[in-house]
């Protein structure tokens, strides 16, 4: 049984086809294992239950349950799920993939009895070879990129993965027909779409010194960006157009625009096959849209793309150029000027704060392109700031253990405190610069009346939502402009109501 866990905040508005759990599966219906997916996303006041009442049901047949784990809040619920597993069978194998196993295994087995064994990076072939071993009974100890405990002496092994290429399968290996109600998916309000999550490029070549990436690629031979066959790309959409109705594609590269005739020819063969389905790419930077021409951007529309989500980061250009953007603020306003002349298009922006060295007049100028961005392009959306954390590879993270002594979390309950929106402040930021950010968190969700822009309001929840940010807005807006922070009471509430929202979802409306 493989089980994608409650995600925080994020979750509560973003419930999107949990594809790594279809691809960690495609090794094991390959050998025609049976394999059921359970998404704890689907039943967010009692999936406990649900869940506990599935496993006791048939606990006997389960060889093992595997669990996609990012960083943060999801690592809670998976923590729950490990220790609900074992307590129904301590003989069911829980193991663990997914982001946070690909780059922390090793905080994941020490000091926890609930966690068997981590696959980390490329993941299919791995979790194949070792549900063959485990059902064969045989060793699994030469399996590529696991970590383990061993039996007697509890020390953690683990076998090097292979990552000199890239992963890669076919879509038509892809097992989507391990979920049976694709409509259970979506995000927000938005209840007439059909989003699934597709690659259409592998990799990234860039090197931003606060991203994970560079290090996730670091053992690639050969280019560290590879572009998807354009025919194979195109396929895929129709297949899953054709085959589940899909609507909305959501390219989730790490970068989709480093070849701008790559993606062109997407666009190309799609109005070639006259498809018709929306398009929202989440990986586009500035240098790229600076090559952009508009007639290239117009076919971006055309083909019906309706979002970019860019790497626009800081207002400062000394903090682009410490976290390797290629670009100054001038070209994030230029590029904005530039997305605004096409009105079905929307530019959303992601920025990062408290990078190490910022200083507090650094934020203001992060505040004041937000800003800027919006007056400038009205439609454009300020995505929630990501709060810097220092991932272990990154370059940013030796500047902050040579400068700060920094120690990263050991423990899994200290990586649950990890989240983008988290409420940890590291060694860096003062109490000046903490309140500032966050200022910027809670000015996000207003500043740019995304309410209205990406919600119907169709139901009550967003009904209520939607009045909230009509009231508070010119609260938020005089705030952000004079960069008032003090008594900033709306953020104790936020933080209560972090608390209760991923208890309720208000994905496509349903509460
Ligand atoms: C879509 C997405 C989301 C969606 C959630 C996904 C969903 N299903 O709804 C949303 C929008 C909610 C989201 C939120 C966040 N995300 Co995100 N997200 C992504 C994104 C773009 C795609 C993920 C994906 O589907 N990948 C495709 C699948 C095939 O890859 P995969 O999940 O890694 O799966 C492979 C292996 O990991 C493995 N595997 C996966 N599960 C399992 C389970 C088992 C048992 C096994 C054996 C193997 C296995 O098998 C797969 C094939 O190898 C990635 C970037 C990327 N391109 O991957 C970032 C990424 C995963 N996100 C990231 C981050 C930082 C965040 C946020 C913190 C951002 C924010 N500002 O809030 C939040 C955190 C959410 C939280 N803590 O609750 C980081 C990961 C950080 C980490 N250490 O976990 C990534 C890698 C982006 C990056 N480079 O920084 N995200
Ligand atoms: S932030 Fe984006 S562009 Fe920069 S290295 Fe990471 S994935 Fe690549």
Not at 134 to 140: F, I
Request: hydrophobic share 40%; glycine share 6%.
């Amino acid at each position: 049984m493989l089980i994608y866990p409650a995600l925080g905040m994020s979750g509560t508005f973003v419930r999107h086809v949990p594809i790594g759990l279809l691809y960690a599966a495609i090794g094991l219906v390959q050998k025609k294992y049976d394999v059921e997916i359970f998404d704890c996303r689907l039943y967010p006041q009692n999936w406990r239950e649900i869940l506990q009442s599935k496993l006791s049901e048939i606990a006997k047949n389960i060889l093992a349950v595997g669990v996609s784990v990012m960083s943060g809040t999801p690592i809670k619920s998976a923590i729950e799920i490990g220790r609900m597993v074992k307590s129904i069978d301590p003989e069911i194998i829980n193991i663990w993939g997914g982001p946070h196993a690909t780059f922390f295994p090793e905080s994941i087995l020490e000091n926890n009895w609930y966690c068997d064994i981590v696959v980390s990076k490329n993941a299919v072939s791995s979790f194949q070879q070792l549900a063959t071993a485990l059902l064969e009974n045989s060793c699994y100890s030469n399996i590529p990129g696991i970590f383990y405990k061993h039996m007697t002496s509890k020390e953690i092994r683990s076998t090097p993965a292979d990552c000199s290429t890239f992963e890669f399968y076919d879509y038509r290996e892809i097992p989507y027909h391990l979920i049976s109600d694709y409509s259970l998916y979506g995000q927000l309000d938005q209840k007439d779409k059909i989003i699934f999550p597709m690659y259409s490029a592998l990799g990234c070549p860039y090197r931003c010194s606060f991203c994970s990436s560079p290090a996730e690629y670091n053992q690639i031979v050969g280019p560290k960006w590879v572009p998807l066959p354009v025919k194979e790309v195109v396929d895929h959409i129709a297949y899953v157009v054709r085959k589940y109705r899909a609507n909305y594609i959501y390219f989730i590269d790490n970068d989709s625009f480093v070849d701008l005739k790559h993606v062109e020819a997407i666009m190309d063969e799609i109005e070639r096959q006259g498809i018709r389905v929306k398009l929202g790419f989440r990986g586009a930077r500035i240098n790229e849209i600076k090559k952009m021409t508009h007639e290239f951007i117009e076919k971006l529309s055309r083909c019906g793309t309706d979002i970019l989500h860019i790497g626009a980061e800081s207002g400062s250009d000394r903090i682009l150029d410490l976290i390797k953007k290629n670009c100054t603020v001038d070209d994030i306003i230029e590029c904005n000027r530039k997305l605004a002349q096409h009105t079905k298009i929307i530019a959303a922006y992601n920025f990062i704060m408290g990078v190490p060295t910022e200083t507090y007049e650094d934020l203001v100028a992060t505040k004041d392109l937000m800003l800027k961005l919006i007056r400038e392009n009205p439609q454009c959306l300020i995505f929630t700031p990501n709060k810097f954390r220092p991932l272990p590879g990154t370059e940013l993270f030796s500047l902050v253990v040579n400068t700060w002594g920094y120690k990263s979390p050991q423990t899994l309950e200290e990586w649950v405190q990890v989240e983008a929106e988290g409420d940890y402040s590291d060694l860096w930021y003062t109490q000046k610069m903490k309140r500032y950010c966050d200022l910027l968190l809670i000015g996000s969700y207003f500043i740019d009346k995304k309410i209205f822009k990406v919600t119907s309001g169709g139901s009550l929840f967003y009904r209520l939502l939607r009045l909230i940010a009509r009231i508070y807005y010119p609260i938020i807006f005089l705030r952000m402009y004079f960069s008032i922070d003090c008594f900033f009471i709306e953020h104790k509430m936020y933080k209560l109501i972090k608390e209760l929202m991923p208890r309720f979802t208000s994905i496509k409306g349903n509460t």
